[in-house]
């Protein structure tokens, strides 16, 4: 193995100093004179596991010069902070925004703790998360909440503001957490950014989305686990084929504005530069109860094809037409990712298995009759990955498979089939794909012509606007689909827009309340 170079090492030391706590004498810190809230971010906690929690925050100043600064930070059993589990300090520096990853670890399984970071004379807002059971524990509960899409100029984020009274232990987020886009038409609210191309510009977009308080609101709840789409780059982006400085921007803002773990950064921030991943798949055990996958579908993936020309990107493709669509070579995850889940669901237990990645996972016919059309930009552009991965929950028997998605800016509900070419295949799972926080949907009067041409799918509905709630318990899985009366409206209300059940052991969606 190669050495790495000094830049490298010096790199690897800011990730790691970034998430360790420090012990440092009153006399080290690095304490500027601030005038005005270096919290204005809020807090957010996640990548959560039995005995560890990742805290975050940014500072946020006019006076932030560059150099480090020193953050103090505490977690304690109760609101007001009399009965502290841990506290330290640790160093927010510039190479990274300033940004904090502390890693809390030792702490009690299964536990609701509170948390608070402070510099000079401020104080954050308090937040609220909690360790997940021991993997050999007998959990009871889990209830999840799951979303994704959420443009700006699109609407209100009112849906998190709603999301806090759910009383949720997790939040699932599956992607398209910003948009790189100028701007939209008929926006309801604006920014003033052009078109993300460079760090400063997609440092600008993150700290806007999380300027708004309801989001804030969410994040300082409970933890998250977060995945991305391609909108955290740019529209339809495929693998590597990126502009490689474009990149590397886009993936180390990311990192510095969600709770991440450092090892996400598997070659530090150097390595982004080079074209390393940030490491975003992961399976985390709820207890005896649940497994918990989080995929990346964008990082890894093959190009989309049949776009025509040398262009990439999305379209609607006649596979009859594509010979390279089925290509057994072609990959939606990648290689190395692919083998990661297999080898995982070949060590899986009984209770459910959950499965977050991007987007809608089903095949989804667009044209009625015999000929077929199929968006090349989801799974559906990547047949033989898919069957692989619907082969590997058949092959390791995986227990009560549930998958959830986004991207699609609709709430569709069906089964998952272990081969969408035979309308008698067997069902091996259920699916959720959710609708988006506020990004906007083509419209419903296709929504009936779809269904009808793919039956697997039981509930579809293009234009409510929010989130699902997935509660697990030992024997039923129940699924709440949430959305808000008008996104336009930053004091909208909300409603549930269906409710569906899934019984353990039976691969079966019915609708419930």
Sequence with gaps: MAHASPERRRLLQLAAANAATLWLPRSAWSQPRLETDPFALGVASGSPSHDSVVLWTRLMAPSLVQQPVTVRWEIAHDHQFTRIAQRGQVQALPEFAHSVHVEAAGLEADRWYFYRFMTGDATSPVGRTRTFPSPDAQAQRLRLAYASCQRWEHGYYAAWRHMQAENVDVVMFLGDYIYEYATAARAIRTHTGGVTQTLDDYRARHALHKSDTD???????CPWIVTWDDHEVFNDHAGPQLDPARRAAAYQAFYEHMPLRA???????AGLSEGAELRLYSQIPFGRLANLYLLDGRQYRDRQVCSGGNMSGSISLDPARCPEWDDPKRSLLGAAQEAWFDASLAR????????????????RDLRAGPDRALWNDGWDGYGAARTRLTQSLVRHQAANPVLLGGDVHENWVGHVKADYSRPDSAAVGVEFCGTSITSRSSGQSRIPGW???????????SLGKGYGIAE????RLTTTLRVVDDVTRKDTGIRTLAQFAVQAGRPVVERAG
């Design 348 to 363: 899986t237990r009984p209770g459910w298995n959950v499965i977050g990645q991007q987007s809608l996972f089903g095949e």
């Design 263 to 269: 090892s996400a950064l598997t070659r530090a921030l």
């Design 215 to 221: 989001l804030q609101g969410m994040h300082a709840a």
């Design 451 to 461: 269904l009808a041409e793919n039956p697997h799918f039981v509930f579809a509905d």
């Design 472 to 475: 697990f318990t030992p024997s």
